[in-house]
């Protein structure tokens, strides 16, 4: 009998009525990535990008009621206008890696979480952009991070009005 939890990978897929360039720099954009990361009610004060296969962006979302709340992509693969693959976490402040259940934060959250966003134009105004994130334990959190991805993809929609 196995006890491990279930796990499925999560993917959302949004399109936007924006060119694929301008989505893609939307990712890549510091300015554009404080604009939309982080779920409704939180802002991001700090986007730190190195944009490039073994670089890292140092990222803060932050509200009035969660605090400041840090993490980075360690990217893994890019192939420009294509695909960006990362592993995402969780740091402290200074960007030291830290576990998610010490941050209060549930069992089933994970450490390292494999991403995935593609992208892929439908015309000349529209771009398909779908974020994969692997091996998600299938519970509340999970659906946390849908809403909250969702939420941000949203937000940025609204860069591109």
């Known amino acids: 009998m196995s006890t491990a939890a279930e796990k499925r990978d999560l993917v959302i897929t949004h399109v936007f009525d924006a060119p694929l360039e301008r989505v893609w720099q939307a990712w890549v954009d510091p300015a554009d990535v404080k604009q939309w990361w982080g779920p ?18 140092f990222l803060c979302m932050s509200s009035p009621q969660f605090g ?23 740091v402290d402040q200074d ?5 998610p259940v010490a941050m209060g934060m549930p069992p089933d959250f994970p450490q390292d979480m494999r991403q995935q966003v593609t992208f892929k134009a ?5 771009t398909e ?32 009005k």
């Open 40 to 57: 409704d009610g939180f802002t991001a004060p700090i986007a730190r990008i190195d944009f490039r296969e073994g670089g890292t962006a």
């Open 68 to 90: 400041d709340n840090y993490s980075t992509w360690d990217y893994t693969a890019i192939v420009p206008q294509q695909r960006i693959e990362y592993i995402h976490y969780l």
């Open 95 to 99: 960007g030291v890696k830290v576990d």
């Open 129 to 160: 952009v779908t974020v994969t994130e692997y091996g998600w334990p299938v519970g509340q959190m999970m659906e946390l991070s849908r809403m909250g991805m969702e939420q941000c993809l949203n937000k940025m929609a609204a860069l591109f």
């Open 122 to 126: 439908l015309g000349d105004h529209q």
